[in-house]
Protein backbone atom coordinates (compact mmCIF):
# COMPACT_ATOMS: atom_id res chain seq x y z
CA UNK A 1 0.00 0.00 0.00
CA UNK A 2 1.19 3.35 -1.12
CA UNK A 3 1.94 5.35 2.04
CA UNK A 4 2.57 9.32 2.78
CA UNK A 5 5.88 10.68 1.59
CA UNK A 6 8.13 11.16 4.32
CA UNK A 7 7.94 14.41 6.79
CA UNK A 8 11.56 15.63 5.13
CA UNK A 9 9.69 15.65 1.53
CA UNK A 10 6.44 16.94 2.63
CA UNK A 11 7.04 20.47 2.55
CA UNK A 12 9.20 20.93 -0.47
CA UNK A 13 7.50 18.78 -2.66
CA UNK A 14 3.90 18.65 -1.84
CA UNK A 15 1.33 20.65 -4.09
CA UNK A 16 -2.28 21.21 -3.28
CA UNK A 17 -4.27 22.66 -6.16
CA UNK A 18 -7.50 22.85 -7.46
CA UNK A 19 -8.74 23.60 -11.57
CA UNK A 20 -11.73 25.94 -11.46
CA UNK A 21 -13.61 27.64 -14.41
CA UNK A 22 -16.70 28.60 -15.94
CA UNK A 23 -19.27 25.80 -16.98
CA UNK A 24 -18.42 24.19 -20.24
CA UNK A 25 -14.77 25.50 -20.39
CA UNK A 26 -13.37 21.77 -20.25
CA UNK A 27 -11.81 21.60 -16.59
CA UNK A 28 -12.60 17.99 -16.47
CA UNK A 29 -11.10 17.55 -19.89
CA UNK A 30 -7.63 19.30 -18.92
CA UNK A 31 -8.00 17.08 -15.35
CA UNK A 32 -8.27 14.00 -17.99
CA UNK A 33 -4.65 15.00 -19.66
CA UNK A 34 -3.11 15.58 -16.66
CA UNK A 35 -3.74 12.62 -15.26
CA UNK A 36 -3.00 10.32 -18.24
CA UNK A 37 0.02 12.52 -18.15
CA UNK A 38 1.02 11.49 -14.91
CA UNK A 39 0.33 8.07 -15.22
CA UNK A 40 -2.58 7.93 -12.73
CA UNK A 41 -5.11 6.48 -15.75
CA UNK A 42 -3.83 3.00 -16.97
CA UNK A 43 -5.57 2.17 -20.50
CA UNK A 44 -8.43 -0.31 -19.34
CA UNK A 45 -9.67 2.66 -16.94
CA UNK A 46 -9.45 5.72 -19.78
CA UNK A 47 -12.25 7.44 -20.57
CA UNK A 48 -13.84 11.33 -21.07
CA UNK A 49 -14.34 13.32 -17.61
CA UNK A 50 -12.74 10.65 -15.15
CA UNK A 51 -13.37 12.89 -12.68
CA UNK A 52 -16.85 13.03 -12.54
CA UNK A 53 -18.59 10.11 -11.21
CA UNK A 54 -22.04 10.26 -12.03
CA UNK A 55 -23.53 9.66 -15.46
CA UNK A 56 -25.39 12.52 -15.26
CA UNK A 57 -22.02 14.65 -14.74
CA UNK A 58 -20.78 13.22 -17.65
CA UNK A 59 -24.14 13.53 -20.14
CA UNK A 60 -24.75 17.34 -18.84
CA UNK A 61 -20.77 18.09 -19.02
CA UNK A 62 -20.69 19.37 -15.53
CA UNK A 63 -19.08 18.48 -12.27
CA UNK A 64 -21.48 17.95 -9.24
CA UNK A 65 -19.59 16.19 -6.37
CA UNK A 66 -15.91 17.37 -6.13
CA UNK A 67 -13.04 14.44 -6.66
CA UNK A 68 -9.73 14.34 -5.15
CA UNK A 69 -6.87 12.56 -6.94
CA UNK A 70 -3.27 12.63 -5.68
CA UNK A 71 -0.66 12.48 -8.57
CA UNK A 72 3.24 11.75 -8.88
CA UNK A 73 4.83 14.61 -10.83
CA UNK A 74 9.10 13.59 -11.69
CA UNK A 75 10.91 16.80 -13.42
CA UNK A 76 13.26 16.54 -16.10
CA UNK A 77 16.06 17.30 -13.03
CA UNK A 78 14.74 13.60 -11.84
CA UNK A 79 12.92 14.93 -8.32
CA UNK A 80 9.75 13.85 -7.57
CA UNK A 81 6.45 15.70 -6.42
CA UNK A 82 3.56 14.94 -5.21
CA UNK A 83 0.41 16.99 -6.69
CA UNK A 84 -3.07 17.01 -5.07
CA UNK A 85 -6.01 18.03 -7.59
CA UNK A 86 -9.09 18.82 -5.86
CA UNK A 87 -11.24 18.63 -8.52
CA UNK A 88 -14.26 21.30 -7.70
CA UNK A 89 -17.99 21.83 -8.83
CA UNK A 90 -18.74 24.15 -11.34
CA UNK A 91 -21.91 25.34 -10.20
CA UNK A 92 -22.85 28.82 -8.35
CA UNK A 93 -25.01 26.48 -6.65
CA UNK A 94 -21.86 24.59 -5.50
CA UNK A 95 -20.07 27.91 -4.46
CA UNK A 96 -19.73 26.97 -0.66
CA UNK A 97 -17.89 23.54 -1.34
CA UNK A 98 -15.99 25.23 -4.02
CA UNK A 99 -14.96 27.74 -1.54
CA UNK A 100 -14.49 25.30 1.53
CA UNK A 101 -12.46 23.00 -1.87
CA UNK A 102 -10.04 26.02 -2.09
CA UNK A 103 -9.27 26.47 1.47
CA UNK A 104 -7.64 23.17 1.26
CA UNK A 105 -5.03 23.93 -1.38
CA UNK A 106 -2.67 26.58 -2.13
CA UNK A 107 -3.02 27.73 -5.76
CA UNK A 108 -5.50 26.94 -8.64
CA UNK A 109 -5.60 26.51 -12.35
CA UNK A 110 -7.72 29.27 -13.53
CA UNK A 111 -9.19 28.35 -16.71
CA UNK A 112 -10.53 30.33 -19.61
CA UNK A 113 -11.80 29.36 -22.83
CA UNK A 114 -9.75 30.71 -25.57
CA UNK A 115 -12.83 31.17 -28.04
CA UNK A 116 -15.64 32.40 -25.17
CA UNK A 117 -13.18 34.61 -22.96
CA UNK A 118 -14.00 35.55 -19.26
CA UNK A 119 -17.65 34.52 -18.24
CA UNK A 120 -19.48 35.65 -15.22
CA UNK A 121 -18.52 32.64 -12.97
CA UNK A 122 -14.37 33.21 -13.86
CA UNK A 123 -14.78 36.16 -12.59
CA UNK A 124 -16.13 35.11 -9.27
CA UNK A 125 -14.09 32.14 -8.78
CA UNK A 126 -10.95 34.09 -9.32
CA UNK A 127 -12.13 36.10 -6.50
CA UNK A 128 -12.90 33.55 -4.44
CA UNK A 129 -9.50 32.05 -5.22
CA UNK A 130 -8.38 35.82 -3.86
CA UNK A 131 -9.81 35.78 -0.81
CA UNK A 132 -8.55 32.21 0.29
CA UNK A 133 -4.92 33.94 -0.75
CA UNK A 134 -4.32 31.49 -3.54
CA UNK A 135 -1.69 31.45 -6.12
CA UNK A 136 -3.40 32.00 -9.25
CA UNK A 137 -1.94 30.12 -12.40
CA UNK A 138 -4.11 31.66 -15.60
CA UNK A 139 -4.65 28.86 -18.62
CA UNK A 140 -6.03 29.55 -21.75
CA UNK A 141 -7.64 26.30 -22.73
CA UNK A 142 -9.37 25.15 -26.07
CA UNK A 143 -6.08 26.76 -28.09
CA UNK A 144 -6.97 24.18 -31.01
CA UNK A 145 -10.52 25.38 -31.99
CA UNK A 146 -10.73 27.97 -35.28
CA UNK A 147 -12.79 30.38 -33.37
CA UNK A 148 -9.62 30.65 -30.81
CA UNK A 149 -8.40 34.05 -30.08
CA UNK A 150 -5.72 32.97 -27.25
CA UNK A 151 -3.86 36.20 -26.92
CA UNK A 152 -7.39 37.96 -26.18
CA UNK A 153 -8.34 36.10 -23.59
CA UNK A 154 -5.02 36.96 -21.81
CA UNK A 155 -5.61 40.23 -22.33
CA UNK A 156 -9.15 39.74 -20.72
CA UNK A 157 -8.17 38.19 -18.17
CA UNK A 158 -5.47 41.06 -17.48
CA UNK A 159 -8.29 43.79 -18.26
CA UNK A 160 -11.31 42.34 -15.40
CA UNK A 161 -8.84 40.31 -13.04
CA UNK A 162 -5.87 42.01 -13.02
CA UNK A 163 -3.89 39.35 -13.54
CA UNK A 164 -0.72 40.34 -16.21
CA UNK A 165 -1.37 38.43 -19.51
CA UNK A 166 2.50 36.99 -19.72
CA UNK A 167 1.31 34.96 -17.13
CA UNK A 168 -1.14 32.64 -18.76
CA UNK A 169 -0.14 29.31 -19.97
CA UNK A 170 -2.11 28.23 -23.25
CA UNK A 171 -2.73 25.00 -23.64
CA UNK A 172 -5.79 22.37 -25.11
CA UNK A 173 -7.01 20.07 -23.13
CA UNK A 174 -8.47 17.76 -25.83
CA UNK A 175 -5.04 17.41 -27.66
CA UNK A 176 -2.89 17.91 -24.40
CA UNK A 177 -0.73 20.79 -26.18
CA UNK A 178 0.61 22.57 -23.11
CA UNK A 179 0.11 20.39 -20.17
CA UNK A 180 3.81 20.16 -19.95
CA UNK A 181 3.38 23.91 -19.19
CA UNK A 182 1.22 23.59 -16.67
CA UNK A 183 3.04 20.87 -14.62
CA UNK A 184 6.01 23.51 -14.53
CA UNK A 185 4.01 26.22 -13.47
CA UNK A 186 2.25 23.98 -10.70
CA UNK A 187 5.64 23.43 -9.76
CA UNK A 188 6.98 26.72 -9.89
CA UNK A 189 4.37 28.87 -9.05
CA UNK A 190 2.42 27.00 -6.28
CA UNK A 191 4.13 27.15 -3.10
CA UNK A 192 4.25 24.18 -1.12
CA UNK A 193 1.60 23.50 2.05
CA UNK A 194 3.00 24.83 5.32
CA UNK A 195 2.30 22.94 8.81
CA UNK A 196 3.62 21.29 11.69
CA UNK A 197 3.04 17.65 12.18
CA UNK A 198 3.93 17.73 15.74
CA UNK A 199 1.03 20.43 16.49
CA UNK A 200 -2.33 19.71 17.42
CA UNK A 201 -4.47 18.20 15.10
CA UNK A 202 -6.60 20.15 12.63
CA UNK A 203 -7.87 19.23 9.57
CA UNK A 204 -10.94 20.77 6.74
CA UNK A 205 -13.23 19.04 5.89
CA UNK A 206 -14.24 19.79 2.26
CA UNK A 207 -16.53 16.94 0.91
CA UNK A 208 -17.51 13.75 2.27
CA UNK A 209 -19.94 10.62 0.82
CA UNK A 210 -21.39 8.30 2.39
CA UNK A 211 -20.34 3.90 2.32
CA UNK A 212 -22.32 0.95 3.02
CA UNK A 213 -19.75 -0.25 5.15
CA UNK A 214 -17.50 2.02 6.63
CA UNK A 215 -19.91 4.95 7.06
CA UNK A 216 -18.91 8.41 6.27
CA UNK A 217 -15.59 8.82 4.87
CA UNK A 218 -14.38 12.15 5.24
CA UNK A 219 -12.43 14.35 2.69
CA UNK A 220 -9.62 16.38 4.47
CA UNK A 221 -7.07 18.83 4.31
CA UNK A 222 -4.61 18.08 7.25
CA UNK A 223 -3.39 22.11 7.65
CA UNK A 224 -1.68 21.20 11.14
CA UNK A 225 -0.73 17.74 12.99
CA UNK A 226 -1.08 14.86 11.86
CA UNK A 227 -3.86 11.99 11.66
CA UNK A 228 -3.62 8.52 12.53
CA UNK A 229 -5.99 5.28 12.80
CA UNK A 230 -6.82 4.35 16.21
CA UNK A 231 -6.65 8.40 17.40
CA UNK A 232 -9.75 9.77 19.02
CA UNK A 233 -11.39 12.82 17.33
CA UNK A 234 -13.74 15.67 17.50
CA UNK A 235 -15.33 17.68 15.06
CA UNK A 236 -15.53 21.28 16.65
CA UNK A 237 -18.80 22.50 15.04
CA UNK A 238 -20.97 19.05 16.02
CA UNK A 239 -19.25 18.82 18.76
CA UNK A 240 -19.41 14.57 18.12
CA UNK A 241 -16.08 12.77 18.87
CA UNK A 242 -15.20 9.22 16.99
CA UNK A 243 -11.73 6.91 16.92
CA UNK A 244 -10.26 6.92 13.37
CA UNK A 245 -10.27 3.71 12.13
CA UNK A 246 -8.71 4.21 8.88
CA UNK A 247 -7.06 7.02 6.64
CA UNK A 248 -5.41 7.05 3.08
CA UNK A 249 -5.15 9.05 -0.12
CA UNK A 250 -6.97 8.87 -3.72
CA UNK A 251 -5.86 6.94 -6.11
CA UNK A 252 -8.64 8.50 -7.41
CA UNK A 253 -10.13 5.40 -5.74
CA UNK A 254 -9.75 5.23 -1.86
CA UNK A 255 -5.86 4.15 -0.62
CA UNK A 256 -5.04 2.96 3.13
CA UNK A 257 -2.07 4.40 4.40
CA UNK A 258 -0.47 4.79 7.60
CA UNK A 259 -1.25 8.79 8.04
CA UNK A 260 -1.91 11.83 6.83
CA UNK A 261 0.38 14.30 8.10
CA UNK A 262 0.26 18.30 7.54
CA UNK A 263 -0.03 19.61 4.36
CA UNK A 264 -1.48 16.24 2.83
CA UNK A 265 -4.66 15.61 1.51
CA UNK A 266 -6.83 12.63 2.21
CA UNK A 267 -9.37 10.59 3.68
CA UNK A 268 -10.75 9.50 6.99
CA UNK A 269 -12.75 6.87 7.86
CA UNK A 270 -14.26 6.47 11.70
CA UNK A 271 -17.45 4.96 11.69
CA UNK A 272 -19.17 7.88 11.51
CA UNK A 273 -23.03 7.01 10.68
CA UNK A 274 -24.82 9.95 9.97
CA UNK A 275 -23.78 12.70 7.52
CA UNK A 276 -24.81 15.83 9.08
CA UNK A 277 -22.48 15.12 11.97
CA UNK A 278 -19.76 15.82 9.53
CA UNK A 279 -20.88 18.76 7.81
CA UNK A 280 -18.39 20.59 4.55
CA UNK A 281 -16.06 23.23 6.64
CA UNK A 282 -16.09 21.52 10.07
CA UNK A 283 -12.89 21.33 11.56
CA UNK A 284 -11.25 17.78 12.79
CA UNK A 285 -9.30 17.95 15.99
CA UNK A 286 -7.87 15.53 18.52
CA UNK A 287 -10.31 14.90 21.17
CA UNK A 288 -7.37 14.93 24.17
CA UNK A 289 -5.72 17.92 22.63
CA UNK A 290 -7.53 20.02 20.32
CA UNK A 291 -6.33 23.23 18.19
CA UNK A 292 -7.07 26.52 20.03
CA UNK A 293 -8.46 27.80 16.48
CA UNK A 294 -10.55 25.74 14.70
CA UNK A 295 -10.58 26.49 10.78
CA UNK A 296 -12.59 30.12 10.60
CA UNK A 297 -15.76 30.12 8.02
CA UNK A 298 -17.77 27.01 8.64
CA UNK A 299 -21.55 27.93 8.15
CA UNK A 300 -24.05 24.55 7.53
CA UNK A 301 -25.30 24.16 4.12
CA UNK A 302 -28.88 25.89 3.88
CA UNK A 303 -31.28 25.04 1.71
CA UNK A 304 -32.50 28.03 -0.47
CA UNK A 305 -34.75 26.83 -2.76
CA UNK A 306 -37.53 24.51 -2.09
CA UNK A 307 -40.10 22.15 -4.09
CA UNK A 308 -42.89 19.85 -3.57
CA UNK A 309 -41.99 16.29 -5.03
CA UNK A 310 -45.12 14.01 -5.37
CA UNK A 311 -45.37 10.28 -6.78
CA UNK A 312 -48.05 10.39 -10.09
CA UNK A 313 -49.00 6.89 -8.61
CA UNK A 314 -49.76 7.07 -4.98
CA UNK A 315 -48.51 3.80 -4.64
CA UNK A 316 -44.59 5.07 -5.22
CA UNK A 317 -44.81 6.88 -2.23
CA UNK A 318 -42.96 4.28 0.34
CA UNK A 319 -40.22 3.86 -3.12
CA UNK A 320 -39.88 8.13 -3.14
CA UNK A 321 -39.22 8.08 0.39
CA UNK A 322 -36.41 5.49 0.32
CA UNK A 323 -35.36 6.61 -2.56
CA UNK A 324 -35.07 10.66 -0.93
CA UNK A 325 -33.30 8.79 2.20
CA UNK A 326 -31.08 7.18 0.05
CA UNK A 327 -29.60 10.34 -1.57
CA UNK A 328 -29.75 12.85 1.49
CA UNK A 329 -26.79 10.17 2.73
CA UNK A 330 -24.37 11.63 0.25
CA UNK A 331 -25.78 15.01 0.18
CA UNK A 332 -26.12 16.95 3.62
CA UNK A 333 -27.15 20.32 2.06
CA UNK A 334 -30.38 18.38 0.85
CA UNK A 335 -33.18 17.77 3.14
CA UNK A 336 -36.81 17.51 3.08
CA UNK A 337 -40.30 16.64 5.01
CA UNK A 338 -43.56 14.51 4.68
CA UNK A 339 -46.47 17.32 3.24
CA UNK A 340 -49.80 16.40 1.61
CA UNK A 341 -51.88 18.27 -0.69
CA UNK A 342 -55.63 17.54 -1.18
CA UNK A 343 -55.16 17.66 -4.80
CA UNK A 344 -51.90 15.48 -5.54
CA UNK A 345 -51.97 13.69 -2.24
CA UNK A 346 -49.08 12.09 -0.30
CA UNK A 347 -46.18 13.72 -1.15
CA UNK A 348 -42.15 15.83 -0.08
CA UNK A 349 -41.47 19.17 0.67
CA UNK A 350 -37.88 18.89 -0.29
CA UNK A 351 -34.85 21.97 0.30
CA UNK A 352 -31.99 22.54 -2.27
CA UNK A 353 -29.10 24.71 -2.77
CA UNK A 354 -31.02 26.37 -5.63
CA UNK A 355 -31.80 25.56 -9.37
CA UNK A 356 -29.48 23.38 -10.47
CA UNK A 357 -29.60 21.35 -7.33
CA UNK A 358 -32.99 21.02 -7.52
CA UNK A 359 -33.09 19.68 -11.21
CA UNK A 360 -30.28 17.43 -10.49
CA UNK A 361 -31.96 15.34 -7.60
CA UNK A 362 -35.31 15.13 -9.02
CA UNK A 363 -33.56 13.76 -12.30
CA UNK A 364 -31.56 11.22 -10.36
CA UNK A 365 -34.47 10.08 -8.60
CA UNK A 366 -36.15 9.58 -11.47
CA UNK A 367 -33.40 7.88 -13.45
CA UNK A 368 -31.85 5.64 -10.74
CA UNK A 369 -34.39 5.10 -8.95
CA UNK A 370 -37.60 4.42 -11.74
CA UNK A 371 -39.83 7.48 -10.24
CA UNK A 372 -42.28 8.89 -12.35
CA UNK A 373 -42.57 12.62 -9.98
CA UNK A 374 -44.53 15.84 -10.36
CA UNK A 375 -42.80 18.64 -8.77
CA UNK A 376 -44.62 21.86 -7.32
CA UNK A 377 -43.19 25.25 -8.75
CA UNK A 378 -40.12 26.05 -6.74
CA UNK A 379 -40.14 28.58 -3.99
CA UNK A 380 -37.84 30.85 -2.12
CA UNK A 381 -38.09 31.52 1.68
CA UNK A 382 -39.76 34.37 2.91
CA UNK A 383 -39.76 36.12 6.15
CA UNK A 384 -43.07 37.02 7.50
CA UNK A 385 -44.03 39.96 10.32
CA UNK A 386 -47.50 39.11 11.95
CA UNK A 387 -49.53 42.37 13.24
CA UNK A 388 -48.66 40.51 16.92
CA UNK A 389 -44.88 41.03 16.16
CA UNK A 390 -43.96 37.21 15.93
CA UNK A 391 -41.29 37.21 12.98
CA UNK A 392 -41.58 33.28 11.09
CA UNK A 393 -40.09 31.98 7.88
CA UNK A 394 -41.88 29.88 5.20
CA UNK A 395 -41.50 28.94 1.57
CA UNK A 396 -44.95 27.02 1.38
CA UNK A 397 -47.38 29.07 0.31
CA UNK A 398 -49.81 27.00 1.60
CA UNK A 399 -48.33 28.29 5.21
CA UNK A 400 -48.71 31.72 4.27
CA UNK A 401 -50.89 33.88 6.58
CA UNK A 402 -54.00 35.77 5.15
CA UNK A 403 -53.29 39.44 4.65
CA UNK A 404 -55.13 41.12 7.82
CA UNK A 405 -52.09 39.19 9.94
CA UNK A 406 -49.04 40.50 8.09
CA UNK A 407 -47.46 43.31 8.74
CA UNK A 408 -44.50 43.13 6.21
CA UNK A 409 -43.09 40.19 4.05
CA UNK A 410 -39.23 40.86 3.57
CA UNK A 411 -38.23 38.12 0.29
CA UNK A 412 -34.46 37.10 -0.81
CA UNK A 413 -32.45 39.27 -2.57
CA UNK A 414 -29.21 38.35 -5.15
CA UNK A 415 -26.44 40.35 -6.71
CA UNK A 416 -26.88 38.98 -10.09
CA UNK A 417 -23.68 39.57 -12.77
CA UNK A 418 -24.47 38.74 -16.31
CA UNK A 419 -21.65 38.85 -19.28
CA UNK A 420 -22.50 39.59 -22.50
CA UNK A 421 -21.30 40.77 -26.13
CA UNK A 422 -22.48 44.50 -26.30
CA UNK A 423 -25.23 44.73 -28.83
CA UNK A 424 -27.24 42.34 -26.75
CA UNK A 425 -26.95 44.52 -23.97
CA UNK A 426 -30.35 46.45 -24.63
CA UNK A 427 -32.81 43.59 -24.30
CA UNK A 428 -31.29 42.04 -21.39
CA UNK A 429 -31.56 45.25 -19.80
CA UNK A 430 -34.97 45.02 -20.58
CA UNK A 431 -35.58 41.33 -19.34
CA UNK A 432 -33.75 42.54 -16.20
CA UNK A 433 -35.81 45.09 -15.39
CA UNK A 434 -39.13 42.99 -15.92
CA UNK A 435 -37.62 40.78 -13.45
CA UNK A 436 -37.24 43.98 -10.61
CA UNK A 437 -34.42 44.37 -11.29
CA UNK A 438 -31.89 47.84 -10.18
CA UNK A 439 -28.74 48.28 -12.23
CA UNK A 440 -25.75 48.77 -9.50
CA UNK A 441 -23.32 48.95 -12.29
CA UNK A 442 -22.04 48.34 -15.83
CA UNK A 443 -18.72 47.72 -16.98
CA UNK A 444 -17.01 47.45 -20.44
CA UNK A 445 -14.54 44.98 -20.92
CA UNK A 446 -13.47 45.02 -24.56
CA UNK A 447 -16.89 43.97 -26.89
CA UNK A 448 -17.85 42.68 -24.14
CA UNK A 449 -19.58 43.95 -20.63
CA UNK A 450 -20.77 43.18 -17.15
CA UNK A 451 -24.10 44.03 -15.62
CA UNK A 452 -24.27 43.61 -12.13
CA UNK A 453 -27.70 44.03 -11.25
CA UNK A 454 -29.61 43.08 -7.86
CA UNK A 455 -32.92 40.95 -8.46
CA UNK A 456 -35.36 39.10 -5.96
CA UNK A 457 -34.22 35.93 -5.85
CA UNK A 458 -37.96 34.50 -7.11
CA UNK A 459 -38.05 36.35 -10.52
CA UNK A 460 -34.87 34.35 -11.28
CA UNK A 461 -35.99 30.67 -10.36
CA UNK A 462 -38.24 29.67 -13.52
CA UNK A 463 -37.34 30.61 -17.17
CA UNK A 464 -34.81 33.39 -16.02
CA UNK A 465 -31.70 31.57 -17.60
CA UNK A 466 -33.91 30.02 -20.77
CA UNK A 467 -34.80 33.46 -21.74
CA UNK A 468 -31.55 35.23 -21.19
CA UNK A 469 -29.28 32.74 -23.11
CA UNK A 470 -32.06 32.96 -26.32
CA UNK A 471 -32.33 36.42 -26.46
CA UNK A 472 -28.36 36.42 -26.14
CA UNK A 473 -28.64 33.71 -28.90
CA UNK A 474 -26.31 31.78 -25.86
CA UNK A 475 -23.69 34.26 -26.06
CA UNK A 476 -24.32 35.33 -22.31
CA UNK A 477 -23.73 33.87 -18.86
CA UNK A 478 -25.03 34.61 -15.59
CA UNK A 479 -23.67 33.82 -11.76
CA UNK A 480 -24.93 35.11 -8.36
CA UNK A 481 -24.89 35.39 -4.71
CA UNK A 482 -27.69 36.23 -2.06
CA UNK A 483 -27.24 39.44 -0.20
CA UNK A 484 -30.32 39.24 2.28
CA UNK A 485 -33.73 40.48 2.87
CA UNK A 486 -35.83 43.20 1.77
CA UNK A 487 -39.14 44.03 2.03
CA UNK A 488 -41.95 43.67 -0.95
CA UNK A 489 -45.53 43.75 -1.47
CA UNK A 490 -45.86 40.18 -1.75
CA UNK A 491 -49.46 38.51 -1.88
CA UNK A 492 -50.57 34.73 -1.93
CA UNK A 493 -52.83 34.31 -5.25
CA UNK A 494 -54.61 30.79 -4.42
CA UNK A 495 -56.43 29.21 -7.30
CA UNK A 496 -60.29 28.06 -7.05
CA UNK A 497 -61.68 25.27 -9.15
CA UNK A 498 -65.08 25.03 -8.94
CA UNK A 499 -65.30 27.37 -6.12
CA UNK A 500 -62.69 24.87 -4.38
CA UNK A 501 -58.99 26.04 -3.52
CA UNK A 502 -56.30 23.85 -5.65
CA UNK A 503 -52.96 23.96 -2.99
CA UNK A 504 -50.46 22.95 -4.85
CA UNK A 505 -51.13 25.82 -7.17
CA UNK A 506 -50.92 28.66 -4.55
CA UNK A 507 -48.20 30.86 -5.47
CA UNK A 508 -46.37 33.70 -3.89
CA UNK A 509 -46.04 36.87 -6.42
CA UNK A 510 -45.15 40.28 -6.24
CA UNK A 511 -48.60 42.40 -6.27
CA UNK A 512 -47.32 44.28 -9.98
CA UNK A 513 -47.29 40.92 -11.34
CA UNK A 514 -50.38 38.86 -9.28
CA UNK A 515 -52.95 39.79 -12.21
CA UNK A 516 -51.00 38.78 -15.10
CA UNK A 517 -49.38 35.19 -13.57
CA UNK A 518 -53.40 34.74 -12.12
CA UNK A 519 -54.47 34.99 -15.91
CA UNK A 520 -51.94 33.01 -17.37
CA UNK A 521 -52.74 30.01 -14.80
CA UNK A 522 -56.37 30.01 -15.35
CA UNK A 523 -56.48 30.42 -18.98
CA UNK A 524 -53.98 27.20 -19.14
CA UNK A 525 -56.57 25.09 -16.47
CA UNK A 526 -59.02 26.06 -18.52
CA UNK A 527 -57.95 24.35 -21.50
CA UNK A 528 -56.58 21.25 -19.48
CA UNK A 529 -59.42 20.58 -17.23
CA UNK A 530 -62.10 18.15 -18.81
CA UNK A 531 -65.37 19.25 -19.63
CA UNK A 532 -68.20 18.18 -17.44
CA UNK A 533 -72.03 18.43 -18.20
CA UNK A 534 -72.11 22.27 -16.55
CA UNK A 535 -69.65 25.17 -16.28
CA UNK A 536 -66.93 24.74 -14.28
CA UNK A 537 -65.25 28.35 -13.40
CA UNK A 538 -61.51 28.56 -12.81
CA UNK A 539 -60.45 31.31 -10.78
CA UNK A 540 -57.62 33.11 -8.78
CA UNK A 541 -57.82 34.92 -5.94
CA UNK A 542 -56.14 37.43 -3.45
CA UNK A 543 -57.70 37.31 0.16
CA UNK A 544 -61.52 37.26 -0.78
CA UNK A 545 -61.06 39.21 -3.99
CA UNK A 546 -61.04 37.52 -7.39
CA UNK A 547 -58.18 38.81 -10.30
CA UNK A 548 -58.87 36.55 -13.19
CA UNK A 549 -61.45 34.28 -13.60
CA UNK A 550 -61.94 31.89 -17.21
CA UNK A 551 -64.69 28.94 -17.48
CA UNK A 552 -64.66 25.54 -18.71
CA UNK A 553 -67.33 24.99 -21.37
CA UNK A 554 -70.53 22.61 -20.19
CA UNK A 555 -70.82 19.42 -22.80
CA UNK A 556 -74.54 20.29 -24.35
CA UNK A 557 -77.06 17.84 -24.70
CA UNK A 558 -79.55 18.70 -27.77
CA UNK A 559 -82.80 18.35 -25.96
CA UNK A 560 -84.80 20.00 -28.41
CA UNK A 561 -83.67 17.16 -31.39
CA UNK A 562 -87.04 15.28 -30.27
CA UNK A 563 -89.14 18.26 -30.97
CA UNK A 564 -90.24 18.19 -34.49
CA UNK A 565 -92.94 20.80 -34.72
CA UNK A 566 -95.66 22.18 -32.06
CA UNK A 567 -96.11 25.30 -29.91
CA UNK A 568 -92.46 27.11 -28.35
CA UNK A 569 -94.42 26.54 -25.27
CA UNK A 570 -93.17 22.67 -25.52
CA UNK A 571 -89.63 23.75 -26.44
CA UNK A 572 -89.32 26.01 -23.25
CA UNK A 573 -90.68 24.05 -21.33
CA UNK A 574 -87.77 21.54 -22.04
CA UNK A 575 -85.04 24.10 -21.95
CA UNK A 576 -86.49 25.20 -18.42
CA UNK A 577 -86.08 21.21 -17.06
CA UNK A 578 -82.18 21.29 -18.37
CA UNK A 579 -81.33 24.51 -16.59
CA UNK A 580 -82.59 23.09 -13.60
CA UNK A 581 -81.02 19.66 -13.89
CA UNK A 582 -77.88 21.64 -14.63
CA UNK A 583 -78.03 23.93 -11.69
CA UNK A 584 -78.63 21.09 -9.25
CA UNK A 585 -75.69 19.19 -10.74
CA UNK A 586 -73.88 21.71 -10.31
CA UNK A 587 -74.04 22.06 -6.52
CA UNK A 588 -73.29 18.44 -6.18
CA UNK A 589 -71.37 17.61 -8.63
CA UNK A 590 -67.21 17.60 -8.11
CA UNK A 591 -64.64 18.13 -10.44
CA UNK A 592 -61.29 16.00 -10.57
CA UNK A 593 -58.61 17.76 -11.51
CA UNK A 594 -56.16 15.44 -13.99
CA UNK A 595 -52.45 15.29 -13.43
CA UNK A 596 -51.72 16.29 -16.21
CA UNK A 597 -53.23 20.16 -15.17
CA UNK A 598 -50.91 19.96 -12.69
CA UNK A 599 -48.15 19.32 -15.32
CA UNK A 600 -49.40 21.46 -18.07
CA UNK A 601 -49.08 24.42 -15.60
CA UNK A 602 -46.33 23.35 -14.02
CA UNK A 603 -44.50 23.48 -16.73
CA UNK A 604 -45.67 26.74 -18.18
CA UNK A 605 -42.97 29.76 -18.67
CA UNK A 606 -44.06 30.43 -14.77
Not at 37 to 42: E, F, K, P, V, Y
Not at 82 to 101: A, W
Not at 181 to 205: C, Q, S, T
Not at 432 to 439: A, D, T
Amino acid sequence: MPLSPPATLLFVNVRNFSIIAHVDHGKSTLADRILERLGAMGERDKRDQTLDTLELERERGITIKSTPVRLTYKRADGEDYTFNLIDTPGHVDFNYEVSRSLAACEGVLLLVDASQGVEAQTIVNAYLAIDNNLEIVPVVNKIDLPAADPEGAAKELEDVIGIPAEDAVFASGKTGQGVDEILEAIVERIPAPPGDPAAPLKALIFDSFYDAYQGVILFVRVLEGTLAPKQPIMLVNSGKTFDVDKVGTFTPGLVVGESLPAGAVGWVAAGIKDIHDAQVGDTVTQKDRPTPEPFPGFKPAQPVVFSGLYPTDTEDYRRLREALEKLKLNDAAFNFEPETSEALGFGFRCGFLGLLHAEIIQERLEREYDLDLIATAPAVVYRVTLTNGTVFETQNPAEFPTRDRITTVEEPYIKLSVMLPEEYVGPVMQLLQERRGSMVTMNYVGKRVELIYEVPFAEILYDFHDRLKSISRGYASMDYEQIGYREGELRKVDILVNNEVVDALAVIVHEDKAYSLGRKIVDKMAEVIPRQMFPVPVQATIGGKIIARATVKAYRKDVLAKCYGGDISRKKKLLEKQKKGRARMKQIGTVEVPQEAFLAVLSTEE
